[in-house]
Protein backbone atom coordinates (compact mmCIF):
# COMPACT_ATOMS: atom_id res chain seq x y z
CA UNK A 1 0.00 0.00 0.00
CA UNK A 2 2.67 2.62 -0.96
CA UNK A 3 0.28 5.59 -1.69
CA UNK A 4 -0.53 7.95 1.08
CA UNK A 5 -4.18 5.98 2.14
CA UNK A 6 -7.48 8.27 2.94
CA UNK A 7 -8.95 6.01 5.85
CA UNK A 8 -11.26 6.63 8.29
CA UNK A 9 -12.30 5.40 11.77
CA UNK A 10 -16.53 5.78 12.18
CA UNK A 11 -17.55 4.93 15.71
CA UNK A 12 -21.79 5.19 16.64
CA UNK A 13 -21.22 6.29 20.06
CA UNK A 14 -23.60 4.24 21.91
CA UNK A 15 -21.54 2.52 24.54
CA UNK A 16 -18.01 3.13 25.76
CA UNK A 17 -14.96 2.83 22.86
CA UNK A 18 -14.46 -0.93 23.40
CA UNK A 19 -11.46 -2.75 22.36
CA UNK A 20 -12.96 -4.48 19.22
CA UNK A 21 -13.44 -1.12 17.81
CA UNK A 22 -9.70 -0.11 19.48
CA UNK A 23 -8.73 -2.58 16.97
CA UNK A 24 -10.15 -1.21 13.99
CA UNK A 25 -8.96 2.29 15.01
CA UNK A 26 -5.84 1.12 15.26
CA UNK A 27 -5.45 -0.59 11.52
CA UNK A 28 -6.68 2.67 10.17
CA UNK A 29 -4.24 4.72 11.96
CA UNK A 30 -1.14 2.00 11.29
CA UNK A 31 -1.80 2.64 7.12
CA UNK A 32 -2.10 5.72 7.07
CA UNK A 33 1.04 7.01 9.01
CA UNK A 34 2.82 3.92 7.09
CA UNK A 35 1.76 5.60 4.04
CA UNK A 36 1.97 9.07 4.90
CA UNK A 37 -1.95 9.56 4.71
CA UNK A 38 -4.58 11.00 6.69
CA UNK A 39 -6.74 9.33 9.34
CA UNK A 40 -10.07 10.99 9.69
CA UNK A 41 -12.51 10.50 12.19
CA UNK A 42 -16.28 10.42 11.52
CA UNK A 43 -18.51 10.14 14.54
CA UNK A 44 -21.84 8.00 14.03
CA UNK A 45 -24.31 9.77 15.81
CA UNK A 46 -27.90 9.70 14.17
CA UNK A 47 -29.67 7.40 16.48
CA UNK A 48 -30.52 10.24 18.57
CA UNK A 49 -31.76 8.12 21.33
CA UNK A 50 -28.56 6.31 22.05
CA UNK A 51 -26.16 8.78 21.38
CA UNK A 52 -24.79 10.79 24.42
CA UNK A 53 -21.97 13.45 24.40
CA UNK A 54 -19.78 11.67 27.11
CA UNK A 55 -19.43 8.81 24.64
CA UNK A 56 -18.49 10.86 22.20
CA UNK A 57 -15.83 12.21 25.16
CA UNK A 58 -14.88 8.56 26.29
CA UNK A 59 -13.93 7.84 22.39
CA UNK A 60 -11.46 10.95 21.82
CA UNK A 61 -10.46 10.54 25.05
CA UNK A 62 -9.38 7.03 24.49
CA UNK A 63 -7.99 7.40 21.06
CA UNK A 64 -5.93 10.52 22.33
CA UNK A 65 -4.71 8.06 25.02
CA UNK A 66 -3.90 5.62 22.54
CA UNK A 67 -1.64 7.61 21.02
CA UNK A 68 -3.94 7.73 17.51
CA UNK A 69 -4.54 10.91 16.89
CA UNK A 70 -6.73 12.24 13.60
CA UNK A 71 -6.41 14.37 11.07
CA UNK A 72 -8.21 17.21 11.00
CA UNK A 73 -12.05 18.11 12.93
CA UNK A 74 -13.83 15.14 13.28
CA UNK A 75 -17.24 15.01 11.15
CA UNK A 76 -20.43 14.42 12.92
CA UNK A 77 -22.92 12.37 10.74
CA UNK A 78 -25.92 14.05 13.10
CA UNK A 79 -24.61 17.16 10.95
CA UNK A 80 -25.31 15.83 7.84
CA UNK A 81 -28.95 15.43 7.68
CA UNK A 82 -29.30 17.68 4.40
CA UNK A 83 -26.76 15.77 2.28
CA UNK A 84 -28.14 12.02 3.11
CA UNK A 85 -31.70 13.55 2.31
CA UNK A 86 -30.48 15.53 -1.24
CA UNK A 87 -28.58 11.49 -1.64
CA UNK A 88 -31.98 10.27 -0.88
CA UNK A 89 -33.96 12.25 -3.65
CA UNK A 90 -31.36 11.47 -6.22
CA UNK A 91 -32.17 7.90 -5.65
CA UNK A 92 -35.64 8.23 -5.76
CA UNK A 93 -35.34 10.30 -8.89
CA UNK A 94 -33.44 8.25 -10.66
CA UNK A 95 -35.57 5.29 -10.22
CA UNK A 96 -33.21 3.40 -7.98
CA UNK A 97 -35.70 2.85 -5.35
CA UNK A 98 -39.05 2.20 -5.29
CA UNK A 99 -41.66 2.92 -2.12
CA UNK A 100 -43.48 -0.22 0.20
CA UNK A 101 -46.17 0.16 2.34
CA UNK A 102 -45.43 -3.74 3.89
CA UNK A 103 -45.42 -3.62 7.40
CA UNK A 104 -43.26 -6.47 8.84
CA UNK A 105 -45.51 -8.66 9.81
CA UNK A 106 -47.27 -8.87 5.69
CA UNK A 107 -43.91 -9.64 4.54
CA UNK A 108 -43.44 -12.69 7.30
CA UNK A 109 -46.99 -14.09 6.50
CA UNK A 110 -46.12 -14.01 3.06
CA UNK A 111 -42.45 -15.80 3.39
CA UNK A 112 -44.80 -18.32 5.52
CA UNK A 113 -47.03 -19.09 3.03
CA UNK A 114 -44.59 -19.73 0.43
CA UNK A 115 -42.42 -21.59 2.77
CA UNK A 116 -39.38 -19.28 1.34
CA UNK A 117 -36.49 -17.75 2.49
CA UNK A 118 -36.66 -14.59 5.17
CA UNK A 119 -35.96 -10.87 4.02
CA UNK A 120 -38.03 -9.04 1.79
CA UNK A 121 -39.97 -10.31 -1.29
CA UNK A 122 -40.13 -7.72 -3.70
CA UNK A 123 -44.09 -7.48 -3.60
CA UNK A 124 -44.08 -3.69 -3.70
CA UNK A 125 -41.39 -3.90 -6.66
CA UNK A 126 -43.97 -3.00 -9.26
CA UNK A 127 -46.93 -1.74 -7.42
CA UNK A 128 -45.91 2.35 -8.38
CA UNK A 129 -46.91 3.70 -4.91
CA UNK A 130 -46.09 7.23 -4.47
CA UNK A 131 -43.92 8.50 -1.30
CA UNK A 132 -45.86 8.92 1.48
CA UNK A 133 -46.20 8.67 5.64
CA UNK A 134 -45.75 4.96 6.12
CA UNK A 135 -44.01 4.41 3.05
CA UNK A 136 -40.61 2.90 2.91
CA UNK A 137 -38.29 3.36 0.08
CA UNK A 138 -36.60 0.09 -0.86
CA UNK A 139 -33.26 -0.27 -3.05
CA UNK A 140 -34.09 -2.03 -6.09
CA UNK A 141 -31.66 -4.74 -6.14
CA UNK A 142 -30.23 -6.01 -9.20
CA UNK A 143 -31.45 -9.84 -10.20
CA UNK A 144 -28.33 -10.55 -11.86
CA UNK A 145 -24.95 -10.37 -11.78
CA UNK A 146 -22.57 -10.29 -8.84
CA UNK A 147 -21.23 -7.56 -6.46
CA UNK A 148 -17.57 -7.42 -5.20
CA UNK A 149 -15.06 -5.91 -4.08
CA UNK A 150 -11.23 -6.13 -3.10
CA UNK A 151 -10.74 -6.71 0.57
CA UNK A 152 -7.58 -6.81 1.41
CA UNK A 153 -8.10 -9.29 4.53
CA UNK A 154 -10.35 -11.49 3.25
CA UNK A 155 -9.12 -11.26 -0.71
CA UNK A 156 -11.84 -10.77 -3.68
CA UNK A 157 -15.45 -11.17 -1.80
CA UNK A 158 -18.83 -11.10 -3.94
CA UNK A 159 -22.22 -11.57 -3.43
CA UNK A 160 -24.88 -12.56 -6.05
CA UNK A 161 -27.28 -9.75 -6.80
CA UNK A 162 -30.06 -12.69 -6.54
CA UNK A 163 -29.54 -13.32 -2.88
CA UNK A 164 -29.71 -9.60 -1.79
CA UNK A 165 -33.28 -8.19 -0.49
CA UNK A 166 -34.48 -5.12 -1.73
CA UNK A 167 -33.17 -3.00 1.29
CA UNK A 168 -34.99 -0.07 3.03
CA UNK A 169 -32.71 3.25 2.41
CA UNK A 170 -35.57 5.23 3.61
CA UNK A 171 -37.65 4.87 7.19
CA UNK A 172 -41.32 5.18 6.71
CA UNK A 173 -40.91 8.49 8.55
CA UNK A 174 -38.69 10.03 5.52
CA UNK A 175 -35.25 9.25 7.96
CA UNK A 176 -31.94 7.49 5.60
CA UNK A 177 -30.40 4.41 7.13
CA UNK A 178 -27.29 4.51 8.35
CA UNK A 179 -26.02 2.03 5.18
CA UNK A 180 -26.92 5.75 2.79
CA UNK A 181 -25.41 7.86 4.96
CA UNK A 182 -22.54 5.65 5.49
CA UNK A 183 -21.93 4.74 1.76
CA UNK A 184 -22.57 8.69 0.51
CA UNK A 185 -20.03 10.02 3.27
CA UNK A 186 -17.08 8.03 2.40
CA UNK A 187 -17.12 8.75 -1.03
CA UNK A 188 -17.64 12.51 0.02
CA UNK A 189 -14.73 12.28 2.02
CA UNK A 190 -12.73 10.46 -0.94
CA UNK A 191 -11.99 7.36 1.70
CA UNK A 192 -9.66 5.19 -0.51
CA UNK A 193 -9.63 2.45 2.18
CA UNK A 194 -12.50 1.46 4.05
CA UNK A 195 -10.79 -0.40 7.12
CA UNK A 196 -13.62 -1.83 9.88
CA UNK A 197 -14.80 -5.16 11.63
CA UNK A 198 -16.34 -7.98 9.98
CA UNK A 199 -19.74 -7.50 10.69
CA UNK A 200 -20.36 -5.26 8.26
CA UNK A 201 -18.87 -8.06 5.37
CA UNK A 202 -22.46 -8.44 4.60
CA UNK A 203 -24.04 -4.84 4.33
CA UNK A 204 -20.81 -3.70 2.10
CA UNK A 205 -22.71 -5.46 -1.19
CA UNK A 206 -25.55 -3.13 -0.30
CA UNK A 207 -22.88 -0.53 0.16
CA UNK A 208 -21.67 -0.51 -3.26
CA UNK A 209 -24.98 -0.85 -4.87
CA UNK A 210 -25.93 2.33 -3.29
CA UNK A 211 -22.26 4.42 -4.56
CA UNK A 212 -23.15 3.46 -7.97
CA UNK A 213 -26.47 4.58 -7.80
CA UNK A 214 -25.29 7.63 -6.33
CA UNK A 215 -23.01 7.57 -9.18
CA UNK A 216 -19.95 8.19 -6.38
CA UNK A 217 -17.14 6.84 -6.78
CA UNK A 218 -16.40 3.42 -4.70
CA UNK A 219 -13.55 2.94 -2.34
CA UNK A 220 -10.11 1.27 -3.83
CA UNK A 221 -10.36 -1.29 -1.11
CA UNK A 222 -11.67 -2.89 2.05
CA UNK A 223 -10.43 -4.70 4.90
CA UNK A 224 -12.70 -6.44 7.22
CA UNK A 225 -10.69 -7.06 10.63
CA UNK A 226 -11.48 -10.22 12.46
CA UNK A 227 -13.93 -10.62 15.28
CA UNK A 228 -12.28 -10.39 18.58
CA UNK A 229 -13.45 -13.44 20.32
CA UNK A 230 -12.81 -14.55 24.35
CA UNK A 231 -11.85 -17.64 25.33
CA UNK A 232 -14.75 -19.87 24.93
CA UNK A 233 -14.15 -18.54 20.95
CA UNK A 234 -17.21 -16.65 21.52
CA UNK A 235 -17.63 -13.40 20.43
CA UNK A 236 -16.57 -10.38 22.87
CA UNK A 237 -19.15 -9.24 24.57
CA UNK A 238 -19.64 -5.84 27.34
CA UNK A 239 -21.95 -8.40 29.34
CA UNK A 240 -19.72 -11.29 29.81
CA UNK A 241 -16.00 -9.94 28.67
CA UNK A 242 -14.07 -6.98 30.25
CA UNK A 243 -13.90 -4.68 26.86
CA UNK A 244 -14.02 -1.21 27.87
CA UNK A 245 -10.63 1.04 27.32
CA UNK A 246 -10.98 2.83 29.86
CA UNK A 247 -11.27 0.27 32.47
CA UNK A 248 -7.73 -1.08 30.62
CA UNK A 249 -6.70 2.58 31.51
CA UNK A 250 -7.59 2.41 34.98
CA UNK A 251 -6.11 -1.04 35.02
CA UNK A 252 -2.88 0.68 34.99
CA UNK A 253 -2.41 -0.91 31.13
CA UNK A 254 0.13 1.28 29.27
CA UNK A 255 -0.99 2.84 26.31
CA UNK A 256 2.03 1.36 24.19
CA UNK A 257 1.44 -1.82 25.34
CA UNK A 258 -2.44 -1.81 23.91
CA UNK A 259 -1.62 -0.72 21.15
CA UNK A 260 1.36 -3.33 20.60
CA UNK A 261 -0.92 -5.94 21.93
CA UNK A 262 -3.95 -4.90 19.55
CA UNK A 263 -1.71 -4.88 16.44
CA UNK A 264 -0.97 -8.62 17.15
CA UNK A 265 -4.30 -9.80 17.24
CA UNK A 266 -4.53 -11.26 13.03
CA UNK A 267 -1.45 -9.68 12.81
CA UNK A 268 2.37 -10.51 13.19
CA UNK A 269 6.00 -8.81 12.23
CA UNK A 270 7.82 -10.90 9.84
CA UNK A 271 10.72 -11.22 12.40
CA UNK A 272 8.71 -12.71 15.18
CA UNK A 273 9.12 -10.15 17.44
CA UNK A 274 6.00 -9.33 18.93
CA UNK A 275 7.06 -6.55 21.40
CA UNK A 276 8.72 -3.81 19.84
CA UNK A 277 8.18 0.17 20.04
CA UNK A 278 4.78 1.42 18.02
CA UNK A 279 6.87 3.28 15.64
CA UNK A 280 8.37 0.05 14.22
CA UNK A 281 4.86 -1.69 13.85
CA UNK A 282 3.75 1.43 11.72
CA UNK A 283 6.67 0.42 9.41
CA UNK A 284 6.19 -3.33 9.12
CA UNK A 285 2.05 -3.42 9.59
CA UNK A 286 0.48 -5.09 6.62
CA UNK A 287 -3.28 -5.24 5.98
CA UNK A 288 -2.33 -7.68 3.70
CA UNK A 289 -1.12 -10.68 6.02
CA UNK A 290 -4.09 -9.86 8.71
CA UNK A 291 -5.70 -13.13 9.03
CA UNK A 292 -9.28 -13.24 8.66
CA UNK A 293 -9.94 -15.51 11.19
CA UNK A 294 -11.51 -14.29 14.87
CA UNK A 295 -8.70 -13.50 16.90
CA UNK A 296 -8.47 -14.31 20.71
CA UNK A 297 -8.27 -11.36 23.45
CA UNK A 298 -6.34 -12.63 25.22
CA UNK A 299 -6.02 -11.35 28.83
CA UNK A 300 -2.59 -13.22 30.09
CA UNK A 301 -1.09 -12.36 26.74
CA UNK A 302 -1.83 -8.33 27.19
CA UNK A 303 -0.79 -8.64 30.75
CA UNK A 304 3.07 -10.20 29.23
CA UNK A 305 3.18 -7.26 26.77
CA UNK A 306 2.43 -4.59 29.35
CA UNK A 307 4.89 -6.04 31.95
CA UNK A 308 7.69 -6.23 29.08
CA UNK A 309 6.62 -2.37 28.26
CA UNK A 310 6.76 -1.44 31.91
CA UNK A 311 10.20 -2.83 32.06
CA UNK A 312 11.59 -1.24 29.04
CA UNK A 313 10.64 2.47 30.51
CA UNK A 314 13.85 4.18 32.13
CA UNK A 315 13.10 4.81 36.41
CA UNK A 316 12.22 7.88 36.40
CA UNK A 317 9.28 7.18 33.37
CA UNK A 318 7.89 4.45 35.06
CA UNK A 319 7.83 5.93 38.35
CA UNK A 320 6.16 9.16 36.88
CA UNK A 321 3.45 6.60 35.26
CA UNK A 322 3.16 4.94 38.66
CA UNK A 323 2.08 8.39 40.60
CA UNK A 324 -1.33 8.87 39.21
CA UNK A 325 -2.18 5.03 40.61
CA UNK A 326 -0.46 5.58 43.71
CA UNK A 327 -3.65 6.63 46.00
CA UNK A 328 -1.67 7.28 49.28
CA UNK A 329 0.36 10.36 47.08
CA UNK A 330 3.44 11.93 48.02
CA UNK A 331 4.32 9.30 50.86
CA UNK A 332 4.12 6.31 48.29
CA UNK A 333 5.73 7.91 45.66
CA UNK A 334 9.05 8.48 47.98
CA UNK A 335 8.55 5.17 49.13
CA UNK A 336 8.40 3.65 45.35
CA UNK A 337 11.73 5.86 44.55
CA UNK A 338 13.91 3.73 47.33
CA UNK A 339 12.84 0.54 45.67
CA UNK A 340 11.70 1.40 41.95
CA UNK A 341 14.23 -0.87 40.09
CA UNK A 342 13.14 -3.45 41.97
CA UNK A 343 9.00 -2.72 41.88
CA UNK A 344 9.69 -2.31 37.91
CA UNK A 345 10.77 -5.90 37.67
CA UNK A 346 8.19 -7.15 39.28
CA UNK A 347 4.35 -5.51 38.12
CA UNK A 348 2.54 -6.21 35.24
CA UNK A 349 0.07 -3.38 35.32
CA UNK A 350 0.52 0.05 37.39
CA UNK A 351 -2.20 -0.80 39.84
CA UNK A 352 0.19 -3.90 41.21
CA UNK A 353 2.64 -0.94 42.26
CA UNK A 354 1.27 0.63 45.37
CA UNK A 355 0.62 -2.11 46.98
CA UNK A 356 4.18 -3.32 47.00
CA UNK A 357 5.21 -0.24 48.19
CA UNK A 358 2.72 0.19 51.10
CA UNK A 359 3.97 -1.38 53.68
CA UNK A 360 6.81 1.41 53.64
CA UNK A 361 4.05 4.35 53.96
CA UNK A 362 1.83 3.04 56.40
CA UNK A 363 1.91 2.28 60.61
CA UNK A 364 0.78 -1.00 60.51
CA UNK A 365 0.33 -3.26 57.25
CA UNK A 366 -3.21 -4.53 56.87
CA UNK A 367 -2.67 -8.16 57.03
CA UNK A 368 -3.34 -10.34 53.48
CA UNK A 369 -5.65 -13.30 55.14
CA UNK A 370 -4.81 -15.67 52.06
CA UNK A 371 -0.81 -14.34 53.14
CA UNK A 372 -1.19 -15.27 56.65
CA UNK A 373 -2.95 -18.79 56.01
CA UNK A 374 0.30 -19.53 53.42
CA UNK A 375 2.92 -18.46 55.58
CA UNK A 376 2.59 -18.36 59.05
CA UNK A 377 -0.48 -20.68 59.55
CA UNK A 378 0.48 -23.17 57.43
CA UNK A 379 4.43 -22.14 57.48
CA UNK A 380 7.16 -24.60 58.95
CA UNK A 381 8.88 -23.81 61.92
CA UNK A 382 7.40 -20.03 62.20
CA UNK A 383 8.08 -19.25 65.87
CA UNK A 384 11.56 -20.53 65.68
CA UNK A 385 12.17 -18.86 62.18
CA UNK A 386 10.65 -15.86 63.92
CA UNK A 387 12.43 -15.54 67.02
CA UNK A 388 16.18 -16.63 65.36
CA UNK A 389 15.32 -14.08 62.65
CA UNK A 390 14.81 -11.57 65.96
CA UNK A 391 17.59 -12.02 67.45
CA UNK A 392 19.95 -12.34 64.25
CA UNK A 393 19.27 -9.02 63.28
CA UNK A 394 18.84 -7.46 66.16
CA UNK A 395 22.44 -8.28 66.65
CA UNK A 396 23.58 -6.23 63.37
CA UNK A 397 24.87 -3.23 63.90
CA UNK A 398 23.31 0.00 62.52
CA UNK A 399 25.99 0.13 59.92
CA UNK A 400 25.42 -3.15 58.82
CA UNK A 401 21.86 -2.17 58.27
CA UNK A 402 22.23 -3.19 54.45
CA UNK A 403 21.23 -6.13 51.70
CA UNK A 404 23.82 -8.51 52.58
CA UNK A 405 23.96 -8.55 55.92
CA UNK A 406 20.51 -8.73 56.30
CA UNK A 407 20.07 -11.72 53.64
CA UNK A 408 23.11 -13.54 55.70
CA UNK A 409 21.28 -12.71 58.55
CA UNK A 410 18.06 -14.24 58.10
CA UNK A 411 19.90 -17.18 55.96
CA UNK A 412 21.35 -17.82 59.60
CA UNK A 413 18.36 -17.47 60.84
CA UNK A 414 16.82 -20.26 59.26
CA UNK A 415 19.82 -22.75 60.54
CA UNK A 416 18.91 -21.67 63.56
CA UNK A 417 14.99 -22.59 63.48
CA UNK A 418 15.87 -25.92 61.76
CA UNK A 419 15.35 -24.56 58.25
CA UNK A 420 17.64 -26.78 56.54
CA UNK A 421 18.07 -28.44 53.00
CA UNK A 422 19.90 -32.07 52.67
CA UNK A 423 23.15 -29.98 52.55
CA UNK A 424 22.48 -28.73 55.48
CA UNK A 425 22.18 -25.00 53.71
CA UNK A 426 19.10 -22.79 54.74
CA UNK A 427 16.00 -23.50 53.15
CA UNK A 428 15.68 -19.64 51.97
CA UNK A 429 12.50 -19.44 50.52
CA UNK A 430 10.63 -21.04 53.22
CA UNK A 431 12.42 -18.58 55.68
CA UNK A 432 11.68 -16.01 54.08
CA UNK A 433 7.49 -16.05 54.06
CA UNK A 434 6.66 -15.28 57.39
CA UNK A 435 9.53 -12.55 57.68
CA UNK A 436 7.71 -11.13 54.78
CA UNK A 437 4.02 -11.24 56.04
CA UNK A 438 5.40 -10.39 59.62
CA UNK A 439 7.17 -6.69 57.38
CA UNK A 440 4.44 -6.16 54.52
CA UNK A 441 1.27 -8.46 55.29
CA UNK A 442 1.44 -9.92 51.98
CA UNK A 443 3.58 -13.11 50.33
CA UNK A 444 4.49 -11.00 47.20
CA UNK A 445 6.26 -8.22 47.19
CA UNK A 446 10.21 -6.29 46.36
CA UNK A 447 12.97 -8.44 47.37
CA UNK A 448 13.51 -9.11 50.89
CA UNK A 449 16.55 -8.02 51.77
CA UNK A 450 16.02 -4.42 49.35
CA UNK A 451 12.87 -3.88 51.55
CA UNK A 452 13.84 -4.36 54.89
CA UNK A 453 17.24 -2.38 54.25
CA UNK A 454 14.68 0.42 53.13
CA UNK A 455 12.15 -0.31 55.92
CA UNK A 456 14.86 0.37 58.07
CA UNK A 457 16.00 -1.46 61.68
CA UNK A 458 13.23 -0.16 64.07
CA UNK A 459 10.31 -0.85 62.27
CA UNK A 460 11.72 -4.19 61.04
CA UNK A 461 12.37 -5.86 64.61
CA UNK A 462 9.27 -3.99 65.78
CA UNK A 463 6.91 -5.41 63.08
CA UNK A 464 8.63 -9.24 63.53
CA UNK A 465 7.95 -8.93 67.53
CA UNK A 466 4.64 -7.63 66.95
CA UNK A 467 3.91 -10.96 64.50
CA UNK A 468 5.70 -12.85 66.90
CA UNK A 469 3.28 -11.59 70.12
CA UNK A 470 -0.04 -12.60 68.01
CA UNK A 471 1.64 -16.40 67.74
CA UNK A 472 1.23 -16.39 71.45
N1 LIG B 1 -20.30 2.96 12.92
C1 LIG B 1 -19.95 1.63 12.55
C2 LIG B 1 -19.63 0.82 13.78
O1 LIG B 1 -19.39 1.41 14.83
C3 LIG B 1 -18.75 1.59 11.64
C4 LIG B 1 -19.13 1.59 10.24
C5 LIG B 1 -17.97 1.64 9.30
O2 LIG B 1 -16.80 1.66 9.77
O3 LIG B 1 -18.20 1.67 8.11
O4 LIG B 1 -19.61 -0.38 13.71
Redesign the pocket.
Known sequence: MPRPVRVRF???PTGFLHVG?GHSALANWLVARQTGGEFLLRI?DTDAERNRPELVDNVLEMLQWLGLQWDGTPVHQSERGDLYADAAAKLVAGGAVYFCDCTAEDVQARNKAAGGKPGYDGFCRDRGLEPGPGRAARFRTPREGRTGWTDLVRGEVSFANADLEDFVVLRGNGSPVFLLA?SFDDADMGITH?I??E??VNSTPKYLLLVDALGLTRPEAFAHMPLLVNEGRKKLSKRRDDVSMADYRDRGYLPEAMVNYLALLGWGPADGVEVRPVAEIVEQYRLEDVNASPAFFDQKKLSFVNAEKIRALSSEEFQARARPFLTLGEPAAAALASLATEVQERVRTLTEVEPMVEFLVVDEPEVDEASWTKAITKGKAVPEMLDATIARLDALGPDEWAPEPIQEAVAAAAIDAGLVNAEGGPQLSKAQGPVRVAISGRTVGPPLWESLTVLGRERTLARLRGTRGRLG
Open positions: APSSENVRGDH
